[in-house]
Nanobody, 122 residues
Framework: VQLQAFGGGLVQAGGSLRLSCAAS????????MGWFRQAPGKEREFVAA????????YYAASVEGRFTISRDNAKNTMYLQMNSLEPEDTAVYYC????????????????WGQGTLVTVSS
């Protein structure tokens, strides 16, 4: 299983970015996929997750209402639309996948992408 995250960059506070995570190597119909982020000196934290089949979504309180997770089954790609970005959102963002139940714990995800840096300037 390979996951590749991309779409990060530098944006001003209040701006938007869309991250993508391309998945390959197996089907994900029974999986949950998620976005995590890690700021310098901090632990990796949960951002959002989506059930690949059915599309049920989960969000961290800090991003709910600003970020939207989605997926395109035909393209095997997951997205994270990030609006109203704040300097506190600056981090390396990772996509991940796990089995048949969802989790907000990074150590319970089996597959990881390489990370993409998001920098929000004030």
């Amino acid at each position: 299983v390979q996951l590749q995250a991309f779409g990060g960059g530098l944006v001003q506070a209040g701006g938007s970015l869309r991250l993508s995570c391309a998945a390959s190597g197996r089907t994900f119909s029974s999986h949950y996929m998620g976005w995590f982020r890690q700021a310098p000196g901090k632990e990796r934290e949960f951002v959002a997750a989506i059930r690949w089949s059915g599309g049920t979504t989960y969000y961290a309180a800090s991003v709910e209402g600003r970020f939207t997770i989605s997926r395109d089954n035909a393209k095997n790609t997951m997205y994270l639309q990030m609006n109203s970005l704040e300097p506190e959102d600056t981090a390396v963002y990772y996509c991940a996948a796990r089995g048949s139940t969802w989790s907000r714990r990074a150590d319970e995800y089996d597959y990881w992408g390489q990370g993409t840096l998001v920098t929000v300037s004030s």
